[in-house]
């Protein structure tokens, strides 16, 4: 058997439920390579090794004694990005402002995950409160790109994303109000995969009044994924359904962005090549890709601003200690404070009118095609403005403009959260490189958005285009 960092989740499932392989020595082998890396990588914030080996020995102990009767994640190991609770194990939320206790419960992502027969190894680092495309905070060295150390591995469920494309661990879930799973999924070159609103239990805990969270898996394969969504949603049979694609798909291709009346940007050229690879591939597997002409309300910026930060002014932070909050939290909090409960009643409206007409013109399609990021991964510290050479910056001296900083993330992420406004699904495709093959440079990819109740879809044809 190769290297069990090498074996696709798929495969690691399988050798742990005919015995060629136990719990005790999955669980090991993945602890002993999170260990060797995270110092360079940052992906984790806590390791709970003894957790995981005692869950460990109880899953081969339960294959002893009911080896027909195993729960369909039987001693995979993963990790949970550190917003969402896992009893007994601190929840930072990235965030010094905060007293860190260990939380009572797991939160419902983990039960279902858990109780499925994963085995958790520790929380993956994270921004403050999850509100950025980036993974870089105050009480840990920020999360780096397993492909480029000196990039960033995205946000906000970065540093799980590093974890998987670093054989840290076979996949894991990821959760977002933004494009926070796909984003890192297409900087580090992975299939991330956005369940439409409502499908899987949503992984954190603040706030989210335009129930923009959702959480979906991020993996090296649509068969990966697939596999965890088949754990996540009841009687689901997506990982036995991905052969099933059937007739010629309809894919309107835009770089229309809503983000595009307050931030005007444009694409580089790797963005846009991914496009162009991604239109490639689709229609040689025999769809019609064409231009599509997407037309978004001008008013969303603010609205979806507005609705972004709410969650962070409720949080229970002391006076004393909101001097340690990153200026983008401190700013946005702020804001948020002074903003009164009409004015963020009116930008809830205006989102689920944003909502109705964006479905209604994606609606002429079947698949909708945009690049999955506008820029290659950024350097750790571009967005704030700290970066030294791919050092750490300072924890007590962190610089940076928090306008300066969202305006960065917007146009290096402009196709994402107008997608968890919608609620609908979608799904990034690692389906380009820099480099002059697959695997060199960095990764670049391409999103597709499905209407609702397309999960399956998605996942049949990134399988179908060999990924």
Same mark, same amino acid.
């Given at each position: 058997?190769?290297?069990?960092?090498?074996?696709?989740?798929?495969?690691?499932?399988?050798?742990?439920?005919?015995?060629?392989?136990?719990?005790?020595?999955?669980?090991?082998? $993945?602890?002993?390579?999170?260990?060797?890396?995270?110092?360079?990588?940052?992906?984790?914030?806590?390791?709970?090794?003894?957790?995981?080996?005692?869950?460990?020995? @109880?899953?081969?102990?339960?294959?002893?004694?009911?080896?027909?009767?195993?729960?369909?994640?039987?001693?995979?190991?993963?990790?949970?990005?550190?917003?969402?609770?896992?009893?007994?194990?601190?929840?930072?939320?990235? /965030?010094?402002?905060?007293?860190?206790?260990?939380?009572?419960? #797991?939160?419902?992502?983990?039960?279902?995950?858990?109780?499925?027969?994963?085995?958790?190894?520790?929380?993956?680092?994270?921004?403050? $409160?999850?509100?950025?495309?980036?993974?870089?905070?105050?009480?840990? =060295?920020?999360?780096?790109?397993?492909?480029?150390?000196?990039?960033?591995?995205?946000?906000?469920?970065?540093?799980?994303?590093?974890?998987?494309?670093?054989?840290?661990?076979?996949?894991? =879930?990821?959760?977002?109000?933004?494009?926070?799973?796909?984003?890192?999924?297409?900087?580090?070159?992975?299939?991330?995969?956005?369940?439409?609103?409502?499908?899987?239990?949503?992984?954190?805990?603040?706030?989210?009044?335009?129930?923009?969270?959702?959480?979906?898996?991020?993996?090296?394969?649509?068969?990966?994924?697939?596999?965890?969504?088949?754990?996540?949603?009841?009687?689901?049979?997506?990982?036995? /359904?991905? #052969?099933?694609?059937?007739?010629?798909?309809?894919?309107?291709?835009?770089?229309?962005?809503?983000?595009?009346?307050?931030?005007?940007?444009?694409?580089?050229?790797?963005?846009? #090549?991914?496009?162009?690879?991604?239109?490639?591939?689709?229609?040689?597997?025999?769809?019609?890709?064409?231009?599509?002409?997407?037309?978004?309300?001008?008013?969303?910026?603010?609205?979806?601003?507005?609705?972004?930060?709410? !969650?962070?002014?409720?949080?229970?932070?002391?006076?004393?200690?909101?001097?340690?909050?990153?200026?983008?939290?401190?700013?946005?909090?702020?804001?948020?404070?002074?903003?009164?409960?009409?004015?963020?009643?009116?930008?809830?409206?205006?989102?689920?009118?944003?909502?109705? #007409?964006?479905?209604?013109?994606?609606?002429?399609?079947?698949?909708?095609?945009?690049?999955?990021?506008?820029?290659?991964?950024? =350097?750790?510290?571009?967005?704030?403005?700290?970066?030294? !050479?791919?050092?750490?910056?300072?924890?007590?001296?962190?610089?940076?403009?928090?306008?300066?900083?969202?305006?960065?993330?917007?146009?290096?992420?402009?196709?994402?959260?107008?997608?968890?406004? @919608?609620?609908?699904? @979608?799904?990034?495709?690692?389906?380009?490189?820099?480099?002059?093959?697959?695997?060199?440079?960095?990764?670049?990819?391409?999103?597709?958005?499905?209407?609702?109740?397309?999960?399956?879809?998605?996942?049949?044809?990134?399988?179908?285009?060999?990924?």
């Amino acid at each position: 058997m190769a290297e069990l960092h090498d074996l696709s989740a798929v495969r690691l499932r399988d050798a742990l439920r005919h015995g060629e392989v136990s719990a005790v020595e999955a669980v090991g082998h $993945f602890l002993a390579r999170a260990e060797q890396r995270n110092p360079l990588l940052g992906a984790f914030i806590t390791l709970t090794a003894e957790q995981a080996e005692r869950d460990a020995r @109880a899953a081969d102990a339960l294959f002893s004694t009911a080896p027909d009767s195993l729960p369909p994640l039987h001693g995979m190991p993963l990790a949970f990005k550190d917003l969402t609770d896992v009893a007994g194990v601190v929840t930072t939320h990235g /965030s010094a402002a905060l007293d860190h206790r260990p939380a009572p419960a #797991d939160g419902p992502l983990v039960a279902v995950l858990r109780g499925a027969g994963a085995i958790s190894l520790g929380k993956t680092q994270v921004p403050e $409160f999850g509100l950025t495309a980036y993974s870089e905070n105050r009480i840990a =060295p920020p999360s780096r790109n397993p492909h480029a150390p000196s990039r960033s591995s995205g946000g906000s469920s970065g540093g799980s994303a590093a974890a998987v494309a670093a054989g840290l661990v076979p996949f894991a =879930p990821g959760s977002y109000g933004g494009g926070w799973v796909r984003i890192p999924a297409a900087a580090c070159g992975l299939i991330g995969l956005k369940p439409g609103r409502g499908l899987v239990p949503a992984g954190e805990n603040q706030g989210d009044p335009a129930r923009l969270v959702a959480s979906g898996p991020l993996a090296r394969t649509a068969a990966d994924a697939a596999l965890m969504m088949d754990a996540l949603v009841p009687e689901a049979t997506y990982l036995g /359904s991905l #052969d099933r694609i059937s007739g010629q798909l309809r894919i309107g291709a835009t770089l229309d962005s809503p983000w595009a009346s307050s931030f005007p940007f444009a694409p580089d050229q790797e963005a846009l #090549d991914a496009l162009e690879a991604g239109r490639k591939l689709l229609e040689h597997a025999g769809h019609v890709v064409d231009e599509a002409l997407v037309r978004y309300d001008n008013r969303y910026p603010d609205a979806f601003t507005n609705a972004w930060t709410a !969650g962070v002014a409720s949080a229970r932070i002391s006076p004393h200690r909101e001097p340690l909050l990153a200026p983008l939290t401190r700013t946005f909090r702020r804001r948020a404070q002074q903003r009164s409960p009409a004015k963020l009643q009116e930008s809830l409206a205006l989102l689920r009118q944003f909502e109705h #007409d964006t479905i209604a013109q994606y609606a002429q399609w079947d698949l909708m095609l945009t690049p999955a990021l506008a820029q290659t991964p950024r =350097p750790v510290g571009w967005f704030t403005g700290t970066a030294h !050479g791919g050092e750490r910056w300072p924890a007590a001296q962190w610089p940076g403009d928090a306008d300066e900083d969202y305006r960065k993330q917007c146009e290096y992420a402009p196709w994402s959260s107008m997608v968890n406004v @919608a609620g609908l699904p @979608a799904i990034t495709i690692p389906v380009y490189w820099t480099g002059s093959a697959a695997g060199q440079g960095l990764p670049m990819g391409i999103q597709l958005v499905g209407p609702m109740g397309s999960e399956a879809l998605l996942l049949q044809v990134a399988h179908q285009l060999g990924f």
